[in-house]
């Protein structure tokens, strides 16, 4: 209760409102272009933050998050486009609203649902960050050794279908961590003599160089058509009947959005599907799913939102970012010298606080902005895709030279975006990336702390109890993603075979 109090007076600090309504609305421009996904439209805001409060910063990046996941949703039912991945969903049922011409109707229920899933989310992330917290405060260096190691373990979840390739992505972050200054002697490491690199590179020129840059050239490489959104409708909100209909498609995506979002790795777009198959299977009307259910758009919607608020509970509580979003949030916190993990609540407490009013003005601010917003969000996805991108290239080099008015910067990000760019065309993830340069510093320097005070005796990290707990959950974390890969290719050789015996 004290807590909704404390957040319920940031309500009225104007920097914070205004910075989750704008977040909120850039969020959902970012979310209706297809093609730029919330940790994208996150990354092109991140520059701008640096001369930012930071309270206001970290609230204008999280409502853009929550924006942009509604924003998926436009193109998906407009011209079947998903704008962001968890928005894929939505598609199967969306579209065919539309193609029905209740394309209103579609985008009604997708706000709607989007609505209710945030504040679901949020109402979760409440009530479950700072009891983690509280349990995180006897953190030593050991622990938090192993909390980073906890961290670096998602990798195994995140790595796609090759999990070598994932090590790969991780161990090119972690090197990139290590340039700069020794954490422990204070020594120069891999600057080659330039006095730009003695700071180290700062994440922000990895992310937005990785996510927003490649990018843009990804798409400067596909030259295939574009559809084109050929009618102008208006959000039409369910009846009361539909209502009652939808609440159970919309509890069952708030309950997996909130799984989902609380485990690292996992995501909107599993917690999506996942939704969609659950709501389908208890709906009353399941052979209405993929011919326009309203229900088949609620779930997913209700999820991926739910997912928006609660993946902020791993990042909050340990430090730890479970999504491409959250590393770009993650950078956020670190631009102005504010560190996530157990000790955010004694030490950043009005961040904390802010967050949820910040939090709670996006989830109410989404319902208005989001009806206001649809034409002009429809006229965006119909502009041909050039004009996108070079507003797009102009808005991340001004906002990469604004922060130190640098262009060594530049080229940091420019190298990064061609870094991306490569690792999309061989199938790298970047996550691993991400974690690995957000949580490099972390490891190493806890790691020889841990030492240092051992006197080199590695027994440390097993006689600290929360250190041998969190490596244990490492190890079987890791494990059970190694087991569910195995057993996914047994299972896919099993299925192979029997096809290939009943063709034969």
Known sequence: MDTILISAGYLLDYQIVLAALIGVTWGIIGGALPGISPSITMALLLPFTYTMEPTAAIVLLAATYVGAEYGGSVPAILIRTPGTNAAAATVLD???MNKQGKAGLALGISLYSGVLGSLFGLTMLVLLSKPLAAVALSFTPPAYFALGILGLSVIATLSGDSLIKGMIAAVLGLMVATIGTDPVTGGTRFTMGSSDLLGGIAPVMVMVGLFAMSELLAQASDRGPSERVK????????????????????SIGGVIGTFEGVMPGAGGTIASFMSYNEARRWSKYPDEFGKGSPEGVAAPETANNAVAETALVPLLSFGIPGSNST???????LIHGIVPGPMLFQRSGEIVYGLYAGLFTAAIGLLFIGMALLPLCIWIVNRPRAYLNAFIFALILSGIYSIHNSLFDLSIMLAAGVVGFLMRMLKFPFLPTVLGLVLGYLVESSFRRSLVISGDDYAIFLNDRISLALLCVSALFILGS?????????????????????DG
């Open 482 to 502: 190694i087991g569910k890969r195995i057993w996914d290719r047994i299972r896919h050789n099993e299925q192979k075979t029997f096809s290939e015996g009943t």
């Open 231 to 250: 009618s102008r409708p208006r959000i039409e909100f369910p009846s009361l009947s539909l209502a009652k209909r939808l609440l159970r498609p919309q």
């Open 94 to 96: 969306g579209y065919e």
């Open 327 to 333: 590393a770009i949030l993650l950078g956020g916190f």
